[in-house]
C-alpha cells in the first residue's frame, strides 16, 4: 500500500486523530473519487457526544462483537 509508511508508529505519533484522518480520506480519494470527499469527511467526523466515536464505530464494534 502506497503511504502506508505515513501511518507507522513514529511518523503519525506527533499527529492528533483527527489528522490522521485528515491523511487518511487524502490517500483514500484517488482509489474512492474526489467526489466523496464529503461524504468521507462525514464518516470520520466526531459524534457529538464526548467519547461517541466516529459514524463507523458502531458498526466495527458490532462486527468486532460478532467476529469468530
Given at each position: 500500500?502506497?503511504?502506508?509508511e505515513?501511518?507507522?508508529?513514529?511518523p503519525?505519533?506527533?499527529?492528533?486523530?483527527?489528522?490522521?484522518?485528515?491523511?487518511?480520506?487524502?490517500?483514500?480519494?484517488?482509489?474512492?473519487?474526489?467526489?466523496?470527499?464529503?461524504?468521507?469527511?462525514?464518516?470520520?467526523?466526531?459524534?457529538?457526544?464526548?467519547?461517541?466515536?466516529?459514524?463507523?464505530?458502531?458498526?466495527?464494534?458490532?462486527?468486532?462483537?460478532?467476529?469468530?
Amino acid at each position: 500500500m502506497n503511504g502506508q509508511e505515513d501511518f507507522y508508529d513514529i511518523p503519525s505519533s506527533n499527529r492528533t486523530p483527527t489528522e490522521t484522518r485528515a491523511k487518511l480520506i487524502e490517500l483514500a480519494l484517488p482509489i474512492v473519487g474526489a467526489d466523496k470527499k464529503d461524504i468521507l469527511n462525514d464518516l470520520l467526523a466526531h459524534k457529538t457526544t464526548p467519547n461517541g466515536g466516529i459514524a463507523v464505530t458502531d458498526e466495527l464494534k458490532y462486527t468486532s462483537v460478532f467476529d469468530p
